[in-house]
C-alpha cells in the first residue's frame, strides 16, 4: 500500500461547492503540507502542519483551509471554488529526524480539480 | 524571500547523450536544503535527492550525479547515457531551515521538461 494516499484522484465540481481533498498517511511524519501545482508554475506551498495544533499558512493560502484531524491525517479545503482553484494538488509528508534524508518531503499521487 | 530558477524550459536529446539540467537558487539563510524531484508522465512526484547547505560533495548515483556549488547558488543535475524513461519533468526545490528546527516548506522552480528521443 501507498505511503501517502489522496482522495479523491480526481474531482470535477462547480462554481461555488465546498469541496474537501483528504491526505492520509502511513509513514508515521509529524509534518504534512499542501501543495498545487499549475501548467508551467510549478508547485506552491498551501498550508503546512507541524504536527496537530500547529498549521500554517504557505504562499498561496487565500481561499482555502484545512484541518490536521490526527497525525496520519491532513485535509484541504475550498470553501466556494472558483475556477482558477483548477490544479492539481499534492499532499506531501515529511519527519524532520535525523539522517541523509531527513526533512526529505514525501508525495501522495495528486487530486486533480477541475471548477467548472 | 527564496527562489528557484530553472531556466531551461524543456530539454530535448537523442538517447544516450549526457544532459544537465540547471537550479539557481536565492536564499538569505546560511541553512537550507535543496532537493531534485522527478515528475514522469504519470504525474507523480518522484524524490532524487537532498542537499543541506554544509554539504558541498558531489554526488553521483548510477547514471545521475549533482553538482552542489554554493559560490554561484547553482545545484545542477546531470544524467550520464540518458535513456527514453528519463524522460520527465524535473524539479528543483529549496528549503530554509525553521526556526523550530528541520526544513520548512519547499520552493519549487517551474521545472525542466525533459524529452529523450529514441
Known amino acids: 500500500d501507498a505511503d501517502v494516499t489522496q482522495t479523491p484522484r480526481n474531482r470535477i465540481t462547480k462554481t461555488g461547492k465546498r469541496i474537501m481533498l483528504e491526505c492520509s498517511q502511513t509513514k508515521g511524519h509529524d509534518r504534512m503540507y499542501w501543495y498545487r501545482q499549475d501548467p508551467g508554475l510549478g508547485l506552491r506551498l498551501i498550508y503546512y502542519s507541524f504536527d496537530v495544533k500547529d498549521i500554517n499558512k504557505g504562499e498561496i493560502s487565500d481561499g482555502y483551509s484545512v484541518s490536521r484531524q490526527a497525525q496520519a491525517k491532513f485535509s484541504l479545503s475550498l470553501e466556494s471554488a472558483i475556477p482558477n482553484q483548477t490544479a492539481l494538488y499534492f499532499c506531501?509528508?515529511?519527519?524532520?529526524?535525523?539522517?541523509?534524508?531527513?526533512?526529505?518531503?514525501?508525495f501522495g499521487p495528486g487530486t486533480r480539480l477541475t471548477v467548472l | 524571500a527564496q527562489k528557484v530558477t530553472q531556466a531551461q524550459t524543456e530539454i530535448s536529446v537523442v538517447e544516450k547523450e549526457d544532459v544537465t539540467l540547471d537550479c539557481v537558487y536565492e536564499?538569505?539563510?546560511?541553512?537550507?536544503?535543496l532537493f531534485w524531484y522527478k515528475q514522469p508522465p504519470s504525474g507523480e512526484l518522484v524524490f532524487l535527492i537532498r542537499r543541506n547547505s554544509f554539504d558541498e560533495q558531489n554526488e553521483i548515483s548510477g547514471r545521475y550525479s549533482w553538482n552542489f556549488q554554493k559560490s554561484t547558488s547553482s545545484f545542477n543535475f546531470t544524467i550520464t547515457a540518458s535513456q527514453v524513461v528519463d524522460s520527465a519533468v524535473y524539479f528543483c526545490a529549496l528549503s530554509e531551515e525553521f526556526s523550530g528546527g528541520g526544513a520548512d516548506g519547499l520552493t519549487f522552480g517551474k521545472g525542466t521538461h525533459l524529452i529523450i528521443q529514441p
Open positions: 506531501a509528508t515529511s519527519d524532520p529526524g535525523t539522517g541523509k534524508v531527513a526533512d526529505t518531503q514525501y
Open positions: 536564499t538569505r539563510d546560511t541553512t537550507y536544503y
